[in-house]
């Protein structure tokens, strides 16, 4: 079956995680600088949150240029990722509220770890599907990134629950830098499989 459909879903459904995630943030409780700074770690988390949601949609995106149809283990499996997107309004807001405190820290890193291993189930389900997986695993690499955001999700919790809950906070945060920079060869494979399109 196509692939549009599907991803016009994911595009929605993500879109509307990041707006609830924003909707969380209430607006200060006063005109003064003050109420302002009391919102800071509010603010932080959603920041966090955002650019994990747009940082997966980036390699969605990215992943899903390296196939043209689809089955219904994709399906199901893009289903699991976004259902696990959808719990991070719920944990941002309560990390907001209690930044240093284990339980909540706990069930933002247990979200974080959900979304990645639905994520890694939903690659490998591309990587089985596709007609030709020498040229996906040559071009996508994301399947050993994952395997390394996973291990970096467990650490944070063992940190986070041996040292100080905020370790899971600060491990997930340099988890997600690594998934920022795109991968440049799967870039120019896609640039160039567009330039042939164009030109048939």
């Known amino acids: 079956m196509s692939k549009s459909r599907l991803e016009a879903f994911s595009d929605g459904v993500m879109a509307i995680v990041i707006t609830i ?19 800071r770690h509010k603010i932080l ?7 994990m949601v747009a940082t997966y949609w980036n390699n969605h995106h990215y992943m899903f240029g390296l196939v043209k149809v689809i089955n219904g283990r994709i399906l199901w499996a893009n289903h699991l990722f976004l259902f696990s997107l959808t719990f991070l309004p719920f944990v941002t ?7 240093t405190s284990f339980v909540p820290e706990l069930a933002y890193g247990i979200v974080s ?12 389900q591309l990587y089985l599907k596709d007609e030709d997986t020498k040229k996906f695993r040559r071009e996508n690499r ?15 919790l063992l ?11 600060i491990i997930n ?28």
């Open 21 to 39: 995630l924003v909707l969380s943030i209430h607006s200060p409780n006063s005109n003064t600088i003050h109420s302002l700074v009391d919102l």
């Open 45 to 51: 988390v959603y920041a966090l949150s955002f650019f």
């Open 93 to 99: 807001e309560w990390v907001g509220d209690y930044i």
């Open 113 to 124: 770890l959900f979304v990645n291993l639905s994520f890694f189930n939903l690659s490998w």
């Open 142 to 156: 994301s399947l050993k990134k994952i395997v390394i955001s996973v291990g970096l999700n467990l650490l944070a």
């Open 159 to 169: 940190l986070g629950w041996l040292v100080h809950p905020l370790f899971i906070l």
């Open 173 to 200: 945060t340099i988890n997600y830098v690594l998934w920022i920079v795109p991968n440049k060869r799967l870039e120019e494979y896609l640039r160039l499989n567009e330039k042939d399109e164009l030109e048939k």
